[in-house]
């Protein structure tokens, strides 16, 4: 099936995507197709047709309703069974973003925003025909706090002249001067 699909998609591999599997790349085939995908212009329009994108009721400048519109597309199923999927998964991208909206919103919204972050995925992919890089380089909290600190204690050990020698706590922050 992969070998298929990725021909089919003209050297596109969607396997490469944690959570999804055989049942999804059918359904984009059977529903969509490589020339179907390619008439959206951009993935909000993609999404938005899916009805995976939020429908926004503003008055006044005021959010009063936010909700995903009802409808119950195939693929819109597929996409939210593969995001089901990603969260029952221990590691990776799209399963760290199935977790942080989990904690935040609840299991029913991470599903439908990791559903709509995999169909923007799948088609900046065959859209682009560029393949998939899970972004892996993050400065998440712990580590943006890090850096500050350590570029503290820089500033501190410049300001105050002190010697790499004087401080005992220097070495084992692996600082070079």
Do not use: C
Not at 39 to 44: E, Q
Not at 65 to 80: E, M, T, V
Not at 115 to 139: D, F
């Amino acid at each position: 099936m992969n070998q298929m699909s990725y021909q089919y998609f003209e050297g596109v591999d969607l396997m490469a995507i944690e959570g999804v599997n055989d049942a999804t790349i059918m359904a984009i085939i059977s529903e969509i197709r490589l020339e179907g995908i390619k008439k959206f212009n951009s993935s909000k329009q993609f999404t938005s047709w899916l009805r995976l994108a939020s429908n926004n009721k503003i008055s006044g400048g005021r959010v009063l309703s936010h909700r995903l519109p009802k409808g119950s597309y195939r693929l819109k199923i597929a996409f939210r069974l593969s995001a089901n999927a990603i969260g029952n998964l221990k590691e990776g991208h799209l399963a760290d973003f199935f977790r942080r909206k989990n904690y935040k919103k609840g299991r029913a919204t991470a599903v439908s925003a990791t559903a709509r972050k995999l169909a923007v995925i799948i088609w900046n992919m065959l859209s682009k025909g560029t393949p998939y890089k899970p972004p892996t380089e993050y400065l998440f909290l712990d580590q943006k706090i890090k850096l500050k600190l350590v570029n503290r204690i820089k500033s501190n050990i410049a300001k105050f002249e002190i010697k790499p020698e004087d401080v005992w706590f220097y070495k084992s922050l692996n600082i070079s001067t």
